[in-house]
């Protein structure tokens, strides 16, 4: 679960507000026994989770595309996490913190090159997170599992690998002259 998790930056958090039912695609980040989550501290899904509300929290790596000789057999490989529990405010005096390790966990390298947060950004962010108590994982991987019939096909079967990678970075159009990408931001790799 923790490999899994840590594979990935994006989750699909599903809960409940007023009997219907929501999913938010957000950032995560994962420390210790916990799922962490931020956001503006007006969002529906962080108010929830801080009052101890319940969640179910998706992760998924796709790691290819199986092609198999029959359109019943063509499947993906893939990594799936669903971790089920209640939401915990993080306390105050690990507020910052957090967030700052949600920088470093999105760009290694950069938490230390930017100011700190001033007190109305921390004001405006609320940091939860969600104990790692109950969870289940998925994962599908290796070849095409054709019938014994569909063997002598005159069709390709096997897996096209998918990957996702970091492009040429782009500089905004405002930066001032003279300040070169840093090597953290040339070597940035996309956790895998």
């Not at 001033?118 to 991987?141: F, Y």
Request: aromatic residues 6%; charged residues 20%.
């Amino acid at each position: 679960i923790r490999a899994v998790l840590d594979a990935n930056q994006i989750a699909h958090v599903a809960y409940v507000e007023n009997g219907e039912p929501r999913v938010i695609p957000t950032l995560f980040m994962r420390r210790d026994d916990y799922v962490y989550l931020h956001g503006n501290r007006q969002a529906a899904f962080l108010k929830h989770l801080a009052a101890g509300g319940l969640a179910a929290i998706s992760v998924m790596s796709a790691d290819g595309i199986v092609v198999a000789r029959s359109g019943f057999h063509c499947s993906m490989n893939y990594r799936s996490v669903v971790i089920f529990g209640a939401g915990q405010a993080v306390p105050a005096d690990e507020h910052e913190a957090i967030l700052d390790a949600f920088v470093e966990t999105l760009i290694p390298g950069h938490a230390a090159a930017v100011r700190p947060a001033t007190k109305q950004e921390l004001a405006a962010t609320t940091t939860v997170r969600i104990p790692i108590n109950e969870g289940s994982t998925k994962i599908r991987n290796g070849p095409a599992n054709d019938a014994d019939e569909d063997l002598e096909a005159d069709v390709w079967a096997g897996v096209i690998p998918l990957r996702t990678a970091a492009g040429e970075p782009v500089p905004n159009p405002d930066l001032k002259p003279g300040i070169g990408t840093p090597a953290y931001i040339e070597d940035y790799t996309p956790p895998a």
